[in-house]
């Protein structure tokens, strides 16, 4: 009797154990058919919210040209000015990737028909302006135009933003950005978009300018740099007589690049005149790097830094009202054309409302 009465105690807790396991793995499987479910809930969301934002930039999109007034301008150097463009119409912008350009329709005085110039944003996606930095060179009428002519109240002819020299923003693979002179308008686009979604990418920013005087965006960039824990700039100075104000003096070389880098896995950008972004394509090349972790962009009409004929030394340009010197961050000039723009939507008084709030902006200001 005690053996039956054992045995009988056996299976009983042996058909508990085989019943708790199965209970268990209900419930293990239960949990993960809630997790799939919510899972599966989640991804439609994302679907549902992508084509809605799709859709929303497709009805936001423009063909052709559409007007856009300019509401501030900067002068980052003798030689360099940024525009800040907001459409005529007051209705949002698309969203646009970090490093594209905009088209320009000008009609520049002593020109038969309207000229198309295409200039880098160098600004990060924004729904209510662009921002586009333009280099002057000599004896270039568009160029000499939006220096001369242009000022806070000119309406421009703008394409939508269009070009495949930008990043995608959903990876995380480090970025090394070679730029020479106004060639680091686009990079700023990037850095900005990468700074305001907190990305956490490695940017490291090579900028080549001939001296203090010609180092565009400056003070910005070092306020990026402060906002931005990942976000490295090397500034290079071809005028080895301001040493002081650099990291280093000469050209940008791969023994520089491995130096700063030590790495040459990254994805490499490379924005500047024609033969410096020719030459550094080439030299990266030599180092072992892909040619697809290697972007290029021309900005046109550009001196080559070993030109005798830079822009300084030949275009005779009066001073500017601010220089990179000395003027202030960009975003207390957006600050003060965003004031203008809502001053100017609760009153009739639009252009006084728009110069009363640009004139407190000392780095905004008329060109002419």
């Not at 799939?36 to 989640?42: F, Y």
């Not at 080895?240 to 040459?264: K, M, Y």
């Not at 024609?274 to 001196?303: C, D, Q, Y």
């Amino acid at each position: 009797m005690q053996l039956i009465g054992a045995l009988l105690v056996s299976f009983v807790l042996g058909y508990l154990a085989i019943l708790a396991a199965q209970l268990r793995r209900q419930s293990v499987s239960a949990k993960r058919n809630d997790e799939l479910a919510t899972e599966l809930l989640k991804a439609q969301l994302e679907a549902v919210s992508l084509l809605k934002s799709q859709r929303e930039e497709s009805r936001l999109a423009w063909n052709g040209f559409r007007d856009f007034q300019v509401h501030g301008t900067v002068n980052e150097t003798q030689t360099i000015t940024s525009l800040y463009l907001f459409p005529h119409d007051g209705r949002s912008l698309p969203k646009f990737q970090p490093g594209q350009s905009l088209t320009l329709r000008l009609l520049v005085p002593g020109e038969a028909e309207p000229i198309e110039r295409s200039f880098p944003v160098s600004s990060s996606p924004s729904p209510d302006f662009y921002r586009i930095t333009i280099q002057r060179t000599v004896g270039d009428s568009v160029s000499d135009y939006l220096h001369n002519s242009v000022n806070q109240h000119t309406i421009l002819k703008v394409g939508a933003p269009h070009g495949e020299f930008c990043i995608d923003t959903t990876l995380y693979r480090p970025l090394a950005l070679i730029a020479e002179g106004v060639g680091v308008a686009p990079f700023v686009s990037m850095i900005e978009s990468a700074v305001e979604t907190d990305s956490r990418r490695s940017i490291t920013l090579f900028h080549s300018v001939k001296n203090q005087a010609e180092n565009p965006m400056q003070h910005h960039l070092k306020a990026l740099a402060a906002q931005y824990h990942n976000l490295k700039v090397v500034t290079i100075f071809q005028d080895a007589d301001n040493a002081d104000s650099c990291d280093h003096t000469g050209s940008i070389t791969i023994d520089l690049l491995r130096s700063v880098l030590h790495s040459n896995n990254l994805d490499f950008y490379v924005c500047g005149p024609a033969g410096m972004v020719k030459t550094m394509k080439s030299s990266l090349r030599r180092w072992g790097v892909s040619r697809w972790n290697v972007t290029t962009e021309v900005i046109h009409g550009l001196p080559d830094a070993n030109s005798t004929n830079s822009p300084a030394e030949s275009s005779p340009v009066a001073a500017p009202a601010s220089t990179s010197s000395d003027a202030p961050e960009t975003g207390s000039v957006v600050s003060a054309i965003r004031s203008a723009m809502k001053a100017a939507a609760s009153t009739p008084a639009t252009k006084t409302a728009t110069a009363t709030a640009l004139a407190l902006a000392p780095a905004a200001s008329s060109l002419t």
